[in-house]
């Protein structure tokens, strides 16, 4: 999920922030944690995703200022100590433009970035980074002041090493190749709900299934869809049960047959046994609901919601906490 200053999605953060009493937040930062928590400092209040690297043994975290950190868990790593984050990527050919959602391509030792402007949505364009040196791989531009205002939000990657981004603004999804070369957008009238207020957060949450298909969601419909790359990107409507999934943001693929998707509530553990032309919400999981989860993530087989929001001063301190469907 990204925000931008006077858009409706900004003007709802504020007004979910401003609406909670700052009593039951304070008791929320106060109360025992039922669940594993991994605290770790930053010098931000935004973390827009994080995911797990476990070659690295970390977490990699996206700025909404713009940027990457890293987030490292050593192997004698003691529950309730914070982590520290350092900074791995401030690309300043990329200053002015917050770093979104991310993807850990660990077959060829990278990490694929989305970077897009909050502002204006007059660009949008993913980078690779190497794993080990931090050296940019590519840097390639979706969208440019000239084209149609477009949001790249959330990004996946096939086996091929082929990516796949999300428009939130735009309703499409850009594929880049392995090396960063530009190939094509998929488009389809799936994508645009008739409502105009369910058009205004669109694309979001993005991964690829084993099986040759992408699954993504639609934030403000809750629809949510299959593109088979084996047929030229045919879409479907994955026919959903059991619960809407309306506000649903990054999402993780934890087995061929069930997902994780960060949102709200803090996340929805979804089903399918028939290769996802429909599935079902089995399970909920309540979070820190003002801290806003983002993204999900799984550690050594466990789920882990990032949120967005940090707590504290000069220091802020945010928050990975595994849910427990």
């Known amino acids: 999920m990204a925000l931008r200053f006077c858009s409706p999605r900004f003007l709802v953060f504020v007004f979910v922030v401003s609406a909670i009493p700052i009593a039951y937040i304070i008791s929320e930062e106060r109360a025992e944690p039922t669940n594993h928590v991994f605290h770790y400092h930053s010098t931000g209040f935004f973390r827009e995703c994080a995911k797990w690297d476990d070659q690295g043994r970390r977490f990699l975290a996206s700025f909404l200022e713009g940027g990457v950190g890293e987030i490292h868990v050593p192997k004698d790593y003691t529950p309730g100590v914070v982590l520290q984050e350092t900074t791995v990527v401030k690309d300043f050919e990329l200053a002015g433009n917050s770093s979104l959602g991310i993807a850990v391509d660990s077959p060829r030792n990278r990490l694929l970035v989305v970077s897009a402007d909050l502002l204006r949505n007059k660009y949008s364009a993913l980078a690779a980074y190497d794993l080990s040196t931090w050296?940019?791989?590519?840097?390639?531009?979706?969208?440019?002041?000239?084209?149609?205002?477009?949001?790249?939000?959330?990004?996946?990657?096939?086996?091929?090493?082929n990516a796949y981004v999300t428009d939130a603004k735009g309703s499409k999804i850009w594929k880049v190749g392995?090396?960063?070369?530009?190939?094509?957008?998929?488009?389809?009238?799936?994508?645009?709900?008739?409502?105009?207020?369910?058009?205004?957060?669109?694309?979001?949450?993005?991964?690829?299934?084993?099986d040759g298909y992408l699954i993504v969601i639609h934030t403000f419909s809750g629809n949510l869809f299959k593109i088979d790359?084996?047929?030229?990107?045919?879409?479907?409507?994955?026919?959903?049960?059991?619960?809407?999934?309306?506000?649903?943001?990054?999402?993780?693929?934890?087995?061929?047959?069930?997902?994780?998707?960060?949102?709200?509530?803090?996340?929805?553990?979804?089903?399918?046994?028939?290769?996802w032309e429909t599935a079902s919400v089995v399970a909920k999981y309540k979070g820190p609901a003002h801290r806003i989860s983002t993204a999900a993530t799984v550690k050594d087989g466990k789920v882990y919601l990032s949120h967005l929001v940090g707590m504290g001063y000069p220091k802020k301190t945010h928050a990975l906490v595994e849910a427990v469907f």
């Open 178 to 210: 392995v090396n960063g070369e530009f190939l094509s957008v998929i488009r389809n009238p799936l994508f645009t709900p008739k409502e105009w207020y369910k058009t205004l957060v669109a694309l979001n949450g993005i991964v690829y299934h084993p």
């Open 229 to 275: 790359l084996h047929r030229g990107g045919e879409v479907k409507l994955i026919g959903v049960n059991g619960d809407s999934l309306v506000f649903g943001d990054g999402l993780e693929l934890i087995s061929p047959t069930k997902l994780v998707v960060a949102g709200n509530p803090s996340g929805r553990l979804v089903e399918s046994s028939d290769g």
């Open 135 to 161: 050296n940019r791989l590519f840097l390639t531009q979706l969208s440019g002041p000239n084209d149609e205002k477009s949001f790249a939000d959330d990004v996946a990657v096939d086996a091929d090493g």
